[in-house]
């Protein structure tokens, strides 16, 4: 990287959302860092599409819920450079009626998108404080504002993420570094496609699903926007299917 160079770590963005945030942030002048967890393929095509614009992107693979495995890549690539930006965007669904869902059902989704947050973030944190600088960005969802039925635990698990981030910007804002919540509606990706469109589009006041370029727009300003005052926020992306 040359001196003034930015660099985003995009923490699941290989697919949807990421992948989007990943391609607009280039397209801003960020070289990317993009972690992954086993899809190959597709982290190849992101950084295809990161290098056509002319930035530079580096591939991590590795298992967010894997909590030293984590520490040890993270703290080795970053502990004496953080990234500018860290887009903390990784998470899976393991959808069931509460009442018979499995606890590995609710473990698998509460290890990989809260814990997740806690072995990505905090190996970054104290590196971001010495650099008096940095900008983290977490994705939730409107799952986690309003909850969702059949989705306790993903609910559960995207609201942790909704306090975890408001509580981190009032501990480390006064070093400069910025913690904000982008929380996606119903967009499309492969974690939606089995939606039923009939059933859900009169609840959108827009009348069509969101896409990822939607929300990473938002990612992106939260990003690069030098005239920065927003600190501890949600920023919603529904469409106004919540308000």
Request: glycine fraction near 8%.
């Amino acid at each position: 990287m040359s001196d003034n160079q930015k660099l985003a770590l995009v923490v699941g963005g290989s697919r949807g959302i990421g992948k989007a945030c990943a391609v607009r942030l280039a397209d801003s002048g960020f070289d990317i860092c993009l972690t992954y967890r086993s899809n190959h393929a597709a982290a190849e095509e992101v950084k295809d599409l990161v290098e056509q614009q002319g930035r530079k992107c580096e591939l991590m693979a590795f298992d967010i819920a894997d909590r030293e495995q984590s520490k040890e890549l993270l703290e080795k690539r970053f502990e004496e450079e953080p990234p500018d930006v860290l887009v903390y965007n990784a998470g899976i669904a393991r959808d069931n009626l509460f009442v018979w869902m499995t606890g590995e059902e609710w473990d698998a989704v509460i290890d990989t998108n809260l814990d997740g947050f806690y072995n990505v973030v905090h190996p970054l944190v104290f590196p971001m404080l010495r650099a008096k600088s940095g900008r983290i960005i977490v994705i939730s969802s409107i799952s986690g504002e309003v909850g969702q039925a059949g989705q306790v635990n993903y609910s559960a698990s995207k609201a942790g993420l909704i306090g975890a981030a408001k509580s981190l910007a009032r501990e480390i804002g006064k070093k400069k570094v910025f913690v904000n919540v982008v929380a996606p509606g119903i967009i499309e990706t492969d974690m939606t496609t089995e939606l039923p469109k009939d059933k859900i589009l009169p609840l959108i006041p827009l009348n069509r699903f969101g896409k990822a370029e939607d929300v990473a727009a938002v990612v992106n300003f939260l990003a690069a926007e030098e005239n920065m005052y927003i600190q501890g926020q949600v920023i919603s992306v529904n469409g106004g299917m919540a308000t």
